[in-house]
Nanobody, 126 residues
Framework: QVQLVESGGGVVQAGGSLRLSCAAS????????VGWFRQAPGKEREFVAA????????YYADSVKGRFTISRDNAKNTVDLQMSSLKREDTAVYYC???????????????????WGQGTQVTVSA
């Protein structure tokens, strides 16, 4: 079983950048497909980015494509989300999640993930 802890959230002005990190413990992060999700007040949790267990294939929500980059550091056992050109609508609590087996599951479906971190708040100001 893996434990996930997010960090790096904060307050940033629109147009700025933040780097979120998801630290894994208990198991190596490369054993899982990993995704980032976010949830704004009063809204459903939505998919942001993910990559397969191999780390070869990455996927992004259309709303963040070209602005966000997901990456994995096997040596540090972390998964990062580099966020640039931030917009006010990016304000949300950001969560990382890990998925054990991919068969029959979708990387952009929150319900298909097995493990979740506690989340980190990102606030983008005008």
């Amino acid at each position: 079983q893996v434990q996930l802890v997010e960090s790096g959230g904060g307050v940033v002005q629109a147009g700025g950048s933040l780097r979120l990190s998801c630290a894994a413990s208990g198991r190596t992060i490369s054993s899982y497909a990993v995704g980032w999700f976010r949830q704004a007040p009063g809204k459903e949790r939505e998919f942001v980015a993910a990559f397969t267990r191999s780390g070869v294939n990455t996927y992004y929500a259309d709303s963040v494509k070209g602005r966000f980059t997901i990456s994995r550091d096997n040596a540090k056992n972390t998964v990062d989300l580099q966020m640039s050109s931030l917009k006010r609508e990016d304000t949300a609590v950001y969560y990382c999640a890990a998925m054990t087996a991919r068969w029959g599951k979708s990387l952009n479906s929150a319900s298909d993930y097995d493990y979740w971190g506690q989340g980190t708040q990102v606030t983008v100001s005008a």
